[in-house]
């Protein structure tokens, strides 16, 4: 019985015309363009600059702004005005003032201001903007007064070189940390959503109703609108991987199949979501958008675009009842810090539970009569 009931499905499958498409286009949509648009890394920030000294000191000031990569001069003007008014017009992001007698008040007090005025209508661009800006600058300080010192042959203060090392993503790509989250995105709107729209597009036809009445076991039932999507689930995350290295160059530091055994138990958890959310809806419009509302809510509290302890304590306990927080930190974990089953054994067993729990609510819900 159960062999026919996953011939129909799989026929039901192979019928479809679009499935088959989204298959091929979906991983190359999201996994070769989406980590370029949620991209947090501030770059390319427009600056106004009001030069009002016109020395040694400031030109060389704002050879090193320029040359840091992080700004672009759009904007050069001796009025403040006019460059506000840029800002205004959202051609500069960040307007810097260079004040009169700057390399004098530097050469001879070693002390001297700058202004900074900053578009903080997006506040974290505004942050990062004023502290790239403030870390600049204080470099250009610290290189003249050491060139004075060495000048003087005698060190005015102790000088000491911080030399970073960044482990597990050397090059600081903010894609190579969306991909694995952007990744199990993937994975979940397949698995979550099309086997919850498939029961309910039935309940809409009627066709639910034929099966009800059979004597097949509901389990059964349930498991063969399941397998399908699962073999479509793992063909995508298959086809990702590839896109992830075409476009990126980025493959798994830990391994595929320690990620395909993480996948597998979160198939099962979120595929119990959708399935539970349809022994609920009656119509299609329905299952979307409570699943819809489900997803939402997991993403945001999964950590897949601000770190988890950025939250409130409270919403932080919260997360944890998201099974896209435990996939995505083992997924980041695996594929950038090459971590073991061991290292990622509580996120394995967290995911269990939930594929537990919400296939049991799934087949418990699941009424053949109404």
Same mark, same amino acid.
């Given at each position: 019985?159960?062999?026919?009931?996953?011939?129909?499905?799989?026929k039901q499958l192979l019928r479809n015309k679009f499935l088959p498409r989204v298959v091929v286009i979906l991983p190359f949509a999201m996994v070769g363009f989406f980590p370029m648009v949620a991209n947090f890394d501030i770059k390319d920030i427009n600056l106004a600059l009001i030069d009002q000294d016109h020395s040694s000191y400031s030109k060389r000031l704002t050879?090193?702004?320029?040359?840091?990569?992080?700004?672009?001069?759009?904007?050069?003007?001796?009025? /403040?005005?006019?460059?506000?008014?840029?800002?205004?017009?959202?051609?500069?992001?960040?307007?810097?003032?260079?004040?009169?007698?700057?390399?004098?008040?530097?050469?001879?007090?070693?002390?001297?201001?700058?202004?900074?005025?900053?578009?903080?209508?997006?506040?974290?661009?505004?942050?990062?903007?004023?502290?790239?800006?403030?870390?600049?600058?204080?470099?250009?300080?610290?290189?003249?007064?050491?060139?004075?010192?060495?000048?003087?042959?005698?060190?005015?203060?102790?000088?000491?070189?911080?030399?970073?090392?960044?482990?597990?993503?050397?090059?600081?790509?903010?894609? /190579?940390?969306?991909?694995?989250?952007?990744?199990?995105?993937?994975?979940?709107?397949?698995?979550?959503?099309?086997?919850?729209?498939?029961?309910?597009?039935?309940?809409?036809?009627?066709?639910?109703?034929?099966?009800?009445?059979?004597?097949?076991?509901?389990?059964?039932?349930?498991?063969?609108?399941?397998?399908?999507?699962?073999?479509?689930?793992?063909?995508?995350?298959?086809?990702?991987?590839?896109?992830?290295?075409?476009?990126y160059g980025m493959v798994s530091a830990g391994g595929y199949l320690l990620v395909y055994l993480f996948a597998t138990v979160f198939v099962l958890a979120f595929s119990g979501i959708g399935l539970a959310i349809s022994n609920y809806a009656s119509t299609i419009q329905q299952g979307m958008f409570i699943m819809f509302f489900f997803v939402i809510t997991f993403v945001?509290?999964?950590?897949? /675009?601000?770190?988890?302890?950025?939250?409130?304590?409270?919403?932080?306990?919260?997360?944890?009842?998201?099974?896209?927080?435990?996939?995505?930190?083992?997924?980041?974990?695996?594929?950038?810090?090459?971590?073991?089953?061991?290292?990622?054994?509580?996120?394995?067993?967290?995911?269990?539970?939930?594929?537990?729990?919400?296939?049991?609510?799934?087949?418990?819900?699941?009424?053949?009569?109404?």
């Amino acid at each position: 019985m159960f062999t026919y009931l996953l011939e129909k499905e799989f026929k039901q499958l192979l019928r479809n015309k679009f499935l088959p498409r989204v298959v091929v286009i979906l991983p190359f949509a999201m996994v070769g363009f989406f980590p370029m648009v949620a991209n947090f890394d501030i770059k390319d920030i427009n600056l106004a600059l009001i030069d009002q000294d016109h020395s040694s000191y400031s030109k060389r000031l704002t050879g090193k702004l320029v040359s840091s990569g992080y700004f672009r001069l759009t904007e050069k003007t001796a009025n /403040y005005s006019e460059a506000l008014h840029a800002v205004d017009q959202n051609e500069s992001d960040v307007v810097f003032v260079i004040p009169p007698d700057f390399e004098k008040d530097l050469v001879n007090t070693q002390h001297a201001e700058v202004q900074i005025a900053v578009n903080s209508v997006n506040g974290m661009r505004g942050g990062l903007s004023s502290s790239y800006l403030m870390s600049l600058v204080t470099d250009f300080s610290a290189e003249i007064l050491t060139t004075k010192a060495q000048g003087a042959s005698q060190l005015t203060a102790a000088t000491c070189e911080v030399v970073p090392r960044y482990h597990f993503n050397t090059h600081l790509k903010y894609s /190579y940390t969306m991909i694995p989250a952007i990744l199990m995105m993937a994975l979940a709107m397949l698995t979550g959503f099309l086997p919850a729209l498939n029961i309910v597009g039935e309940k809409e036809d009627g066709t639910i109703e034929q099966m009800n009445v059979t004597p097949v076991n509901k389990f059964e039932l349930i498991l063969s609108k399941l397998i399908p999507y699962w073999i479509v689930g793992f063909v995508v995350l298959t086809i990702s991987f590839f896109v992830a290295w075409l476009f990126y160059g980025m493959v798994s530091a830990g391994g595929y199949l320690l990620v395909y055994l993480f996948a597998t138990v979160f198939v099962l958890a979120f595929s119990g979501i959708g399935l539970a959310i349809s022994n609920y809806a009656s119509t299609i419009q329905q299952g979307m958008f409570i699943m819809f509302f489900f997803v939402i809510t997991f993403v945001f509290l999964s950590g897949l /675009y601000t770190p988890v302890t950025s939250m409130p304590q409270w919403l932080q306990t919260v997360s944890l009842f998201s099974p896209l927080r435990f996939m995505i930190e083992a997924l980041r974990g695996i594929f950038l810090k090459g971590c073991t089953f061991s290292d990622l054994s509580g996120h394995f067993w967290a995911l269990c539970a939930f594929a537990v729990f919400f296939n049991s609510w799934a087949v418990i819900s699941y009424r053949k009569s109404s």
